[in-house]
Every structure is written in structure tokens, then in C-alpha cells.
């Protein structure tokens, strides 16, 4: 019998998650640091919703006319390019360039990621596989975090520039010499591409919409502000930064190892509705987090904060892919994608215009956490039945 082709989705997350850790994790933290406002860092977070969903659309596209190599390579080559306008950020305008050019990686990374999670998913257990992956992206993300968060602080930019370029360097020719024996699913072959008809006329479970909507801005807000946050609470120190993320990750990779052993035996719907509870309060956490905390509250106050959040995304995470294996599932997976992505376009240009009119200080945002907060318990319309 034939040996069929091994699905390279952990391979492939690792590489990505350290690659991310070097610069990509610090870009928000970065551009305030250089002195970009947070309006603009607002715009750029705005500009890479647009740049994801134009990537989607390239991305189809070439998933049904290209091989997964080339699909692969040009979400490793993004990245780079990415990293090379860090050297001409003074050019008027191109803080804009930056933040479309990191939706089209980001799209190219997310949704490869997604699609070759689906496509492993054999034998239901999509909390357990879901488990094992954030724990790999964790330590992986984190060694990568480790050495970014070194040599960003001895403003080492061109070193990490030159070690992520020799990595992809090495990763390309190492596909073109040994091309990886994979090939897309059947079902993605055959799949329409997403029009705005197709999206008009999504329909799922009530309120399914309005999550994917909520999903995009609260991913963010969870990632690339809370970051700017921390950066405050670290003493605008990229090493600290680096040290509180990469030791709260420990802790929960160890943590995260049983859990995902019995996400799938238990009560699907109660552990949703409490992750969703946590969740909010997590934000509200945030509100509360402050630079002039004792070391004691600052430990305790993230891990609780990180623990709120990985813990959500985990049980999401099992329940969206559950969902899209019930129907059809790249349609499920492009529509979710759209609609998230179109929704961090609209929310964080919003953002930018309210900000503009703040003062220019990282204690303008606890704000938004409330907000946040509130949004989160939108999840709990995502029904399982």
C-alpha cells in the first residue's frame, strides 16, 4: 500500500512560532518605542485586517492553482518582507505599507495553520490536537521570544533580521532541493472561491456572525495592545517583556498538557460557558494591571490574565473546529476568516480616530478593556446545539 503523505502542520507551526518570536511578537511595543503614536499603531492593526483579507483571496486562489510549496514558501517570504521595512520606517506613509504587508503574511500563516489542522483531524479529538499545538507554538514561540527580546534590547534589529532571513533562506532550499510530499485536501480542490454573495448568504447557528465579527477586534485587543500594555508594565523593557511572557508560557504549557487530555471527555457546553466567563474577567484583569504594582500582583495578576485567555482559546478553538468538520468545512473556515478580519478593519480604524483625539499615553487604553470585557460574553451565543 501506498504510504500517504505526512501532513507537515507541526513542522510548519514551529518554524512560523519562531520566526514570530524574533520580531514579529514585539512589532506594536516596537513602533511605540520608535515613537509612533497609538493612533497610528491603531491604523496599522487596521491595516492588517485589510491585508489579511486580500490575502485570503490570493490564498484560494493559489491553493487551487499552485502546489503547497509554493503556498508555504511565500508565507515564510512575507514575513521577511515584513521585517524589511522596519529600515525605512521614516518614509511618510509606509507605517501603512507595514501593516497591509503583515495582514497578507498573517493570512498566508493563519490560514495554511488552519487548514492543515483540519485536514489532520482524524479521529475527533480536535481539543486534545488543539492542546498539543499550543503547547508547541508556546515553546517554540517562546524560544524565539527569548532571543528577540535579547537582542532587541541591545537594539540588535539587524542581527534578528539576518538570523530570520538565513532561516527562510534555508528553508526554501531545503523545499526546492527536498519539495515537501503533501498535497491539499480533495475537498479544497473543489471548493468555490468566497465571493461577497457566498458571505452575503452565510448562514450558520444564530449569532454565529456576530462571534466571528466579535473574534477579530478581541484577538487584538488580547494580543497586540495588551502587549503595549506589558511593555508599560515591564518598565519599557524588552527583556522583561520577554522574561514575564516566556515564564507564564512555561506554566502553562505545563498546565495546558492536562487539560488537553480531557477537553474532549467532559462537558463540552459548561467548561464553554465558564472559559467564556474567565475570559471577560480577564479583561477586566487587565483594567486593573499597573506598572506601579508590587512583583507579587504583577505574577499573579498575569498568570490569571494568560490563563483566562489560553484557556478560552483552547475550548473556542475546539468548538469552531468541531463546527466546520459538521459542515462544509473550508467554507466554514473562509467565511470566519472574512468576517473577523473585515470586522479588525472597521474596529480598529474607529480606534485610530477615537485615539486621536486622546492623550497620547498607554493609560488611555484600560478603557478599552472594559469594552472588551463586554464584547467577550458575545461569545456565549456561539451554541454547540
Same mark, same amino acid.
Given at each position: ?7 507537515? %502542520? $507541526?513542522? @510548519? ?38 491585508? @489579511? ?92 521570544? @527569548? ?103 512555561? %506554566?502553562?504549557?505545563?498546565? @495546558? ?84 478580519? $473585515? ?43
Amino acid at each position: 500500500m501506498k504510504e500517504l503523505p505526512r501532513n507537515p %502542520l $507541526f513542522g @510548519f507551526i514551529a518554524l512560523h512560532s519562531f520566526l514570530m518570536g524574533l520580531f514579529p511578537f514585539f512589532l506594536p511595543v516596537y513602533l511605540w518605542y520608535t515613537g509612533f503614536t497609538l493612533s497610528m499603531i491603531s491604523l496599522v492593526v487596521a491595516f492588517t485586517g485589510l491585508g @489579511f483579507l486580500v490575502s485570503l483571496w490570493g490564498w484560494e486562489h493559489a491553493s487551487q492553482k499552485r502546489r503547497f510549496s509554493t503556498v508555504l514558501l511565500a508565507s515564510f517570504w512575507l514575513e521577511i518582507g515584513v521585517l524589511s521595512l522596519i529600515f525605512i520606517l521614516d518614509i511618510s506613509g509606509i507605517f501603512l505599507v507595514l501593516g497591509f504587508l503583515q495582514g497578507l503574511y498573517n493570512g498566508f500563516f493563519w490560514t495554511t495553520q488552519r487548514v492543515l489542522f483540519v485536514d489532520s483531524l482524524k479521529d475527533g479529538v480536535s481539543g486534545k490536537k488543539f492542546g498539543n499545538i499550543q503547547i508547541l507554538s508556546f515553546l517554540v514561540l517562546k524560544l524565539g521570544l @527569548f532571543m528577540g527580546a535579547f537582542f532587541m534590547d541591545q537594539g540588535g534589529f539587524l542581527f534578528i533580521y539576518l538570523g530570520s532571513l538565513l532561516l527562510v533562506l534555508a528553508v526554501t532550499i531545503y523545499h526546492l532541493c527536498h519539495p515537501v510530499q503533501y498535497d491539499w485536501p480533495a475537498s479544497l480542490k473543489t471548493h468555490k472561491v468566497t465571493t461577497l454573495k457566498s458571505l452575503w448568504h452565510f448562514r450558520d447557528r444564530p449569532y454565529t456572525r456576530l462571534v466571528f465579527c466579535i473574534d477579530g477586534p478581541l484577538l487584538f485587543t488580547e494580543g497586540a495592545i495588551w502587549t503595549l500594555t506589558l511593555f508599560t508594565i515591564s518598565q519599557e523593557s524588552f527583556l522583561t517583556l520577554g522574561y514575564w511572557v516566556i515564564g507564564i508560557a512555561l %506554566l502553562f504549557s505545563l498546565a @495546558f498538557w492536562f487539560i488537553k487530555e480531557s477537553i474532549d471527555k467532559v462537558s463540552v457546553q459548561k467548561v464553554f460557558v465558564v472559559s467564556v466567563i474567565i475570559y471577560s474577567m480577564g479583561f477586566l484583569g487587565r483594567f486593573f494591571m499597573e506598572a506601579s504594582q508590587t512583583l507579587p500582583q504583577t505574577f499573579w495578576g498575569l498568570l490569571a490574565i494568560g490563563f483566562a485567555t489560553s484557556f478560552f482559546r483552547l475550548t473556542f478553538n475546539k468548538r469552531f473546529f468541531d463546527r466546520a468538520l459538521e459542515v462544509a468545512t473550508h467554507p466554514y473556515l473562509f467565511s470566519k476568516s472574512y468576517y473577523s478580519q $473585515f470586522s479588525i478593519f472597521i474596529f480598529f480604524s474607529l480606534l485610530s480616530l477615537y485615539l486621536s483625539f486622546r492623550p497620547n499615553t498607554i493609560e488611555t487604553l484600560p478603557p478599552l478593556y472594559i469594552l472588551s470585557g463586554i464584547m467577550a460574553l458575545g461569545y456565549l451565543g456561539y451554541k454547540k446545539r
